[in-house]
């Protein structure tokens, strides 16, 4: 199991495969700040798993960052919460430009106070629901959002063809029982880190 101190966020993130500049370490840990301050007043974060937070929220969400290709322009993060892995992943891959979104109004409020504090320039956030979205992107993650069936209904409409789904799996799921019908798929283990299950990356044909 991979363990991370608290003031180690730059070589925990180096570890995972994903190492990052000063500045965005920086702007991981802003982020990780505000997640403590705001995170259990949303809903998003149980108090117990505060302690935690660093390895099962932020730790797990820069991961996905290892799915994402040079060639890749844009991607949704679909029902962002309190914007995981969006706001993560935006950090990590500044050519990427994300829209996080999140229909939840009081969550949406509280991503655009962190696009704007962390001067995140590649990120927006819709505030809406998924379904609403009309404009391609070559990604869509979805975490904690749905079952793997729906939240592949809810991205091929989204995705270019070529495009990628990258669905978190639960812990000690079986990832070949995530082959929703017209994704291909590759399952992705990265390190593991606490509580985290393969990323499932499912293609549009
Ligand atoms: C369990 S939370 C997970 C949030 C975040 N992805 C995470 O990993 O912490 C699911 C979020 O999806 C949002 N959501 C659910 N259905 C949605 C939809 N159809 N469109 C947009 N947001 C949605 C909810 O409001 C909620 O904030």
Redesign the pocket.
């Known amino acids: 199991m991979f363990h991370v101190k608290h003031e180690g966020l730059g070589s925990a993130a180096e570890t995972l495969g994903v190492p990052l500049s000063g500045d965005q370490v920086a702007k991981l840990a802003s982020y990780e700040a505000l997640l403590v301050e705001r995170a259990v007043a949303l809903g998003?974060?149980a108090s117990g798993d505060l302690p935690r937070l660093r390895t099962r929220?932020l730790l797990d969400?820069l991961r996905a960052a290892l799915a994402v290709l040079p060639t890749d322009r844009d991607a949704y993060?679909?029902?962002?919460?309190?914007?995981?892995?969006?706001i993560v992943v935006a950090i990590a891959c500044p050519g990427l430009w994300i829209t996080l979104?999140?229909?939840?109004r009081r969550?949406g409020a509280f991503l655009e106070m962190t696009v704007e504090r962390l001067e995140l320039s590649n990120c927006r956030v819709v505030v809406?629901?998924?379904?609403s979205l009309e404009e391609p992107a070559d990604m869509c993650?979805?975490?904690?959002?749905?079952d793997a069936a729906t939240s592949w209904r809810?991205a091929v409409p989204l995705l270019r063809p070529g495009g990628r789904l990258v669905y978190?799996a639960g812990e000690g799921s079986d990832p070949a029982s995530y082959s929703p019908e017209g994704a291909s798929c590759e399952i992705l283990w990265p390190p593991p880190v606490a509580r985290a299950g393969p990323l499932v990356i499912m293609s549009r044909q």
Do not use: I, Q
């Open positions: 998003l974060v929220h969400s993060d679909l029902g962002s919460g309190g914007g995981l892995p969006g979104v999140e229909s939840r969550r809406g629901r998924v379904e993650f979805a975490r904690a959002f749905a809810l978190f």
